[in-house]
């Protein structure tokens, strides 16, 4: 299993389509940390990141605030989200794998509601409106 957690300096970043390092782990089936590499995400964004995450063979997401349109890229590529984190993306990963990670499944990053109007961001990550 490959976890992922959206990273800035050992914390866990707030901002999924923002991240501009995930840390990748790699569980055994003993269900243990084996390895761990932290990777860039480039000029990716919001989207492109599942793909991304996907095509690295990650199946769980740990992260702060998540758009709609990213948890239904993330969903549809068979990822699980656990958002609403904060603090140590280590031990984020330790409480995951101890099954006590205290997690929102109803996080969003605030600025993907939508801005009035039949505007939604979360859908299509279209930088307009105020949407990143």
């Known amino acids: 299993m490959r976890i992922a957690v959206t990273y800035d300096n050992g914390e866990i970043f ?25 990777i860039g ?26 758009g709609g349109g990213a948890q239904l890229a993330l969903g549809r590529a068979g990822i699980k989200i656990f958002g609403g984190v904060k603090g ?7 409480d995951y794998l101890g099954g006590k990670l205290n997690y929102d499944p109803e996080a ?17 990550g279209c930088g307009e409106n105020g949407c990143h």
């Open 14 to 38: 707030q901002h999924f389509g923002h991240t501009a390092e995930f840390k990748i782990y790699e569980i055994n089936e003993k269900n243990q940390i084996v390895r761990t590499d932290i």
């Open 108 to 124: 969003k990053c605030d600025h993907h509601d939508s801005h009035g109007g039949d505007h939604e961001c979360g859908e299509h």
């Open 88 to 94: 140590d993306a280590d031990k984020a990963v330790e």
């Open 41 to 66: 995400t480039g000029t990716s964004g919001h989207s492109a990141l599942s793909g991304m995450l996907s095509a690295i063979g990650v199946t769980v997401l740990i992260c702060g605030g998540i």
